[in-house]
Each structure stands twice: as structure tokens, then as C-alpha cells.
């Protein structure tokens, strides 16, 4: 292979306990906690939607350490979002909901930065909102799980604090699509990869953060991720 420009360094999210977990694409379910969808002007049980995130979106925070991520530019109005990650081993197309757990390598706790007032402006133009979602340092994630230790996760607390104060609090049990579901409506418009990641979205709560600020979310049987802006 002759290439003609060094190739960029490989994305990797740390495992717990050692090890690193190599990143291929970043899928994002929008809207997938009812009360979510009703704080952002929408309600029932839609189909589900994707976005995307680049891999190198990825800001990795190793296990007992305080991820640092920077204000990004163009934006007033950063917000949080807690997020269930679920990351692929077995890749596939098609894959039923009764055989997405074999397809799972593990859980992380993980964050969907996004740019409000950016995102807002191009829903109100009709535009793609990609400039809100996919930018620099948009996806801090926490140590990955194996599912061999951790089992399916289903179930179970999902909470997000800023500076101490409780912003978002919901449970895994109240996911629109659960993540078997997710994973089988997924990889029938892609076919999943070895080293997807899918954030599977966010409980209502989501709000903004200014520089200083200290992020933490937790996930039951995950432990913690915190994130500070600078």
C-alpha cells in the first residue's frame, strides 16, 4: 500500500481493566425517551432516526480520570446529554432483536455534545444538522464493560449532574426502542461493523454547561464519567 500521507492515529475508548476497544463509526438514536421528546416539542412513540458522529468525535476518559473537553466554537448554547453507549463486536445486516445481544461486545456511559442553537438553526432552514451533533470532542465516553460481566443491560438508573446539581434522571427500562430493537433497525440501513459505537439517546434534563463546569453522568452497574469544560 502506497500512501501518500501518513494515516491518522487509530480512535480507541479504553476498556475497564485494561485494554483498548478500536472505534469504526458513531451511530446516535435521536429522540428515544418520551420525556425528551416532549422537551423538545414532539411526542408518541415515532419510529426511530440515526445520526452520525465521526469516530475522531470520540473523547476518551480512562477509568477514574476527568475527561477534559473544550468549549467549541461557534456556539452559546453547549448542552448535555447522558447517554447508554453500546458497542458492536459482531458486526451484521438484518439482525433480529432476539440476536442483537451476541453482537454486543459491552456498555459505556457516554455524552452527545451538542451545539442547541447551532442544531436549531438548521432544523428551522430544513438544512442537515450535523454542525450541532458531529463536531470535535462531541462524544466523551467512559470506560467500556464487557457484557460478559456487566449481562444485558435493560434496566437501571441513567443520571447526569452539573457541578453537583441533579440535571437528568431516568431509567434504561424507559427507552422508546430498547437496544435489541435499536440494533435490529439499525443494520437494516447499515451493515454494522466491528467497532461501532451506538449512543442510544438521553432522558429529559438536557440542558447547557458553560466553561468551568464539571459533568458527571452515571450509569447503574457503569460507574461514572465526568467531563470537564474548559
Known amino acids: 500500500m502506497n500512501l501518500v500521507i501518513a494515516p491518522p492515529a487509530p480512535v480507541t475508548v479504553p476498556v475497564a481493566g485494561g485494554g483498548l476497544f478500536p472505534v469504526h463509526r458513531i451511530y446516535c438514536v435521536g429522540r428515544n425517551y418520551a420525556e425528551h421528546a416532549q422537551e423538545m416539542g414532539f411526542t408518541g412513540r415515532e419510529p426511530p432516526f440515526f445520526f452520525l458522529k465521526p469516530a475522531d468525535a470520540v473523547l476518551p476518559v480512562a477509568e477514574g480520570q476527568v475527561g477534559e473537553m473544550a468549549y467549541p466554537p461557534l456556539t452559546a448554547n453547549l448542552h448535555h446529554e447522558i447517554e447508554l453507549v453500546v458497542a458492536i463486536a459482531v458486526g451484521g ?27 436549531n438553526e438548521m ?43 441533579p440535571r437528568q434522571t431516568g431509567d434504561l427500562r424507559e427507552l422508546i426502542w430498547n437496544v435489541a430493537e435499536t440494533i435490529e433497525t439499525l443494520s437494516r440501513a447499515w451493515t454494522l461493523q466491528p467497532g461501532d459505537l451506538i449512543f442510544t439517546g438521553t432522558p429529559a434534563g438536557v440542558g447547557a454547561v458553560v466553561a468551568g463546569d464539571l459533568i458527571e453522568g452515571r450509569i447503574a452497574g457503569l460507574g461514572s464519567l465526568q467531563v470537564r469544560i474548559k
Not at 467500556?144 to 443491560?153: F, K, R, S, V, Y
Open 93 to 119: 445486516r438484518d439482525i433480529p432483536a432476539a440476536e442483537a445481544a451476541r453482537h454486543i461486545w459491552g456498555y459505556a456511559v457516554g455524552l452527545d455534545m451538542t451545539r442547541r442553537d447551532l442544531q
Open 123 to 165: 432544523k428551522k432552514l430544513g438544512r442537515p444538522w450535523c454542525i450541532g451533533k458531529a463536531f470535535d470532542e462531541s462524544a466523551p465516553i467512559g470506560p467500556l464493560h464487557p457484557i460478559a460481566q456487566t449481562g444485558e443491560l435493560t434496566e437501571g438508573a441513567i443520571t447526569l449532574s452539573v457541578n453537583g446539581t
